[in-house]
């Protein structure tokens, strides 16, 4: 089967610097996206990752190994405002975007 | 500003009586989905629409049903709502399906349902 895992949750300081992880087992790879999702709200897009390597945008940051089906979310000088809920999806060869629960993220002052 | 709108935000419907719910878009993307979400879980992928085309996944429920009049506006309609149904319903749509940025899924604000 498919699967996409991710740590349910973390917590971090205002700031800081966080590292949110994912892995995937997926029939095929057509690339990685990630969301933001606020409580009650919709996912918003963050980032897309088809080739190894790092994607910088602002403060987030997404990195990406096909090799080892492993990607990361990495949020620098984090605001209060970045408290919500991370989602990991993939993009299978059948072009099926498989999504992760999500990594709820807790920053505290 | 290009969105997706989704109404109503809110919908409280009872047990068995039927709900639609909305989607436009003003991205004139060809493909529009309906996911549902419950809380703590990933979004579930109920169909999508790649233009008039339809494609339902295979385990969604033939309680529900959705059409796309045109390229601007999608339905989702629950025809039997179940306790089981109350969730958020999220619509979002891309440009393409078939790989690269244009795959990017914009999702509309949600309409949470709740089931009495």
């Known amino acids: 089967g498919q699967n996409i895992d991710q740590p349910t949750e973390m917590t971090a300081t205002e700031g800081a610097i966080v590292q949110i992880n994912c892995t995937y087992q997926?029939?095929?790879?057509?690339?990685l996206f990630w969301y933001q999702q606020h409580a009650g709200e919709a996912p918003t897009f963050l980032s897309y990752?088809?080739l190894d390597g790092l994607e910088e945008k602002g403060r987030f940051s997404s990195f990406l190994s096909r090799s080892k089906g492993y990607s990361y979310l990495l949020l620098k000088e984090l605001q209060m405002k970045d408290s919500a809920s991370y989602l990991c999806?993939?993009?299978?060869?059948?072009?099926?975007?498989?999504w992760g629960a999500g990594t709820k993220l807790i920053i505290k002052p | 500003d290009a969105m997706v709108i989704q109404n109503p935000r809110y919908q409280v419907t009872q047990f068995g009586k039927p709900v639609t719910l909305s989607c436009s878009q003003t991205l004139n993307h060809n493909v529009m989905y309906w996911y549902q979400q419950k809380s703590s879980q990933a979004p579930k992928l109920l169909f999508h629409?790649?233009?008039?085309?339809?494609?339902n996944e295979a385990d969604t429920p033939d309680n529900f049903q959705s059409r796309r009049p045109n390229t601007s506006f999608c339905f989702l309609d629950i025809r039997s709502p179940g306790l089981g149904d109350a969730a958020m319903y999220l619509c979002?749509?891309?440009?393409?399906?078939?790989?690269?940025?244009?795959?990017?899924?914009?999702f509309g604000p949600g309409t949470r349902l709740t089931v009495l």
């Open positions: 629409y790649y233009d008039k085309d339809f494609n």
């Open positions: 999806a993939v993009r299978d060869s059948n072009y099926q975007l498989i």
């Open positions: 997926t029939s095929g790879f057509n690339g």
């Open positions: 990752n088809v």
């Open positions: 979002a749509t891309s440009s393409e399906v078939t790989g690269g940025p244009a795959d990017t899924q914009y």
